[in-house]
């Protein structure tokens, strides 16, 4: 009796055989690569010169809220292109729940306007 079924076979060979090729690329990086450091290597490499101050300063509240706007409208957008796509097949309700759906989207965007939260002193 075997321990998977035959259909999972494949499955089991691609599993194994990702691993060794996952396990020979990682080793030979280590054998190929050049391990020493050197100063350019350990040196601030963003925009030139050291940083003033530590790197785990907290941001302002803005940063997080503009993110969030982004993928509130972002996710408008993945819900809208295939919407548009097939609106000649879609009945009235359909129409409906999309305009609900993007009222409820400019309900929200005026309010963080209103708000303040696009706004930058």
Known sequence: ???FSTEYFPVLIFVIVS??????????SFVI???A???EKASAYEC???????????FDIR????????????????FLFPWTASLDQLSM?????????LGELVVGFVYAWKKGALEWE
């Open 1 to 3: 009796m075997f321990l």
């Open 19 to 28: 691993f060794i090729l996952a396990s020979v690329i990682y080793g030979l």
């Open 33 to 35: 690569a050049r391990q």
């Open 37 to 39: 450091n050197d100063f």
């Open 48 to 58: 030139g010169f050291d940083p003033f101050e530590d790197a785990r300063n907290a």
């Open 63 to 78: 940063f997080y809220l503009v993110a969030i706007l982004f993928l509130v409208f972002d996710l408008e957008a993945v």
């Open 93 to 101: 309700p359909g129409w409906a729940t999309m305009m609900e759906f």
